[in-house]
C-alpha cells in the first residue's frame, strides 16, 4: 500500500540473532571497510542460492559473519543475520568520526542499541521497554538517557506490545527515519565482517590479553590453563559471547550462548 510504512520489525520476525548497523553519510563499502571487512571480502550476490552457498553451517562464525550493506536515505547500512560482529565499540567509535551511528543488536533474547556521535559514544543501553522507569537497563555513556523520549514515542505509536527484539529496531528507524525493505534484502552487496580481535580491534594489547584469557596456556583451548576440556567451543547456539555495542575492551563478557538466526524466512 503506498505510504505505509515499511518498518523494521521483520528483522526480529525473521531472524532470533540479528545486528543492524547505520552510519550516517558514509557509502555501503565504506561502511563494511570501518566494521573490519577487507577488500576481498566484498562481494556482490545476485540471488539467495549464492547466499546460502556463501554463508551455509557456522563453521566460520568464529572468524567472520556476513553482512547485507547497502545504503537507506542518508544512512549506510549493514545488516547480519546470524551474527553481531557489526557492534564492536572499536569499529563503530572509529566510524561515526564526523557524524552520526546507531547500531542495534537481538541475542539470547536480549536486546542492546548503541548511538555514537563523532567518535563518542552516546548511550548503549539494553532495552526493557517503551514505558516507565524500567525502559533502559545497563546503561552506558554520555548521555543514555537521550534515548528515553524517542523509545517513548515508539510505545505510544505500537497498536501492540513488541517484543523488546522488535522495540530495538523500531527505536532506530523513529531515530533516523531509516526503512529497509525484505526486498534490500539478500541480493546485493555483502561483506565477511570479521569476528571479535580479527577486525581493527586486534592490533591492540587489550585484544592481545583477551587471547590470553581465552587460551591461558597457549594449547588453543579456551581456559584458565588447568584441566583442558574434551571439545573445542562450538558453533553458534552452544557457545558465544555477549558483546556490549559499547563495552570498552575489558568489560567484555563471554560465554552466553549465541543461537543462529536461521534462513530467510518467507523470501
Same mark, same amino acid.
Given at each position: 500500500?503506498?505510504?505505509?510504512?515499511?518498518?523494521?520489525?521483520?528483522?526480529?520476525?525473521?531472524?532470533?540473532?540479528? &545486528?543492524?548497523?547505520?552510519?550516517?553519510?558514509?557509502?555501503?563499502?565504506?561502511?563494511?571497510?570501518?566494521?573490519? &571487512?577487507?577488500?576481498?571480502?566484498?562481494?556482490?550476490?545476485?540471488?539467495?542460492?549464492?547466499?546460502?552457498?556463501?554463508?551455509? $553451517?557456522?563453521?566460520?562464525?568464529?572468524?567472520?559473519?556476513?553482512?547485507?550493506?547497502?545504503?537507506? =536515505?542518508?544512512?549506510?547500512?549493514?545488516?547480519?543475520?546470524?551474527?553481531?560482529? =557489526?557492534? @564492536?565499540?572499536?569499529?563503530?567509535?572509529?566510524?561515526?568520526?564526523?557524524?552520526?551511528?546507531? &547500531? &542495534?543488536? +537481538?541475542?539470547?533474547?536480549?536486546?542492546?542499541?548503541?548511538?555514537?556521535?563523532?567518535?563518542?559514544?552516546?548511550?548503549?543501553?539494553? @532495552?526493557?521497554?517503551?514505558?516507565?522507569?524500567?525502559?533502559?537497563?545497563?546503561?552506558?555513556?554520555?548521555?543514555?538517557?537521550?534515548?528515553?523520549?524517542?523509545?517513548?514515542?515508539?510505545?505510544?505509536?505500537?497498536?501492540?506490545?513488541?517484543?523488546?527484539?522488535?522495540?530495538?529496531?523500531?527505536?532506530?528507524?523513529?531515530?533516523?527515519?531509516?526503512?529497509?525493505?525484505?526486498?534490500?534484502?539478500?541480493?546485493?552487496?555483502? =561483506?565477511?565482517?570479521?569476528? @571479535?580481535?580479527?577486525?581493527?580491534?586486534?592490533?591492540?594489547?587489550?585484544?592481545?590479553?583477551?587471547?590470553?584469557?581465552?587460551?591461558?596456556? $597457549?594449547?588453543?583451548?579456551?581456559?584458565?590453563?588447568?584441566?583442558?576440556?574434551?571439545?573445542?567451543?562450538?558453533?553458534?547456539?552452544?557457545? $558465544?559471547?555477549?558483546?556490549?555495542?559499547?563495552?570498552?575492551? =575489558?568489560?567484555?563478557?563471554? $560465554?552466553?550462548?549465541?543461537? +543462529?538466526?536461521?534462513?530467510?524466512?518467507?523470501?
Amino acid at each position: 500500500m503506498a505510504g505505509e510504512r515499511v518498518g523494521l520489525a521483520w528483522i526480529a520476525e525473521w531472524h532470533e540473532v540479528h &545486528c543492524l548497523t547505520l552510519v550516517e553519510g558514509l557509502s555501503a563499502r565504506e561502511l563494511l571497510r570501518h566494521l573490519g &571487512c577487507a577488500d576481498d571480502a566484498v562481494l556482490t550476490v545476485a540471488d539467495e542460492e549464492e547466499v546460502d552457498e556463501l554463508d551455509w $553451517g557456522t563453521e566460520h562464525y568464529w572468524d567472520w559473519g556476513l553482512g547485507h550493506a547497502g545504503v537507506a =536515505g542518508d544512512w549506510a547500512f549493514v545488516l547480519e543475520t546470524s551474527s553481531f560482529w =557489526g557492534s @564492536i565499540a572499536e569499529r563503530i567509535g572509529a566510524a561515526s568520526a564526523g557524524t552520526r551511528a546507531v &547500531c &542495534c543488536y +537481538s541475542v539470547d533474547l536480549r536486546t542492546r542499541f548503541a548511538y555514537w556521535e563523532d567518535g563518542e559514544l552516546i548511550a548503549d543501553v539494553q @532495552i526493557v521497554s517503551p514505558h516507565g522507569p524500567q525502559q533502559l537497563d545497563d546503561e552506558r555513556g554520555l548521555d543514555p538517557a537521550r534515548l528515553r523520549e524517542p523509545l517513548r514515542r515508539v510505545g505510544e505509536r505500537e497498536t501492540e506490545a513488541p517484543g523488546v527484539e522488535a522495540l530495538g529496531l523500531a527505536l532506530l528507524q523513529e531515530m533516523t527515519g531509516v526503512e529497509i525493505g525484505p526486498g534490500q534484502i539478500p541480493t546485493g552487496l555483502v =561483506g565477511k565482517v570479521p569476528a @571479535i580481535d580479527l577486525g581493527p580491534e586486534g592490533d591492540t594489547e587489550d585484544a592481545d590479553d583477551r587471547d590470553g584469557d581465552r587460551d591461558a596456556d $597457549g594449547d588453543g583451548n579456551h581456559g584458565d590453563g588447568g584441566e583442558e576440556t574434551a571439545e573445542e567451543p562450538g558453533p553458534p547456539g552452544t557457545w $558465544g559471547l555477549a558483546l556490549p555495542a559499547g563495552a570498552p575492551p =575489558g568489560e567484555r563478557t563471554w $560465554g552466553t550462548g549465541v543461537r +543462529s538466526g536461521g534462513g530467510w524466512g518467507g523470501m
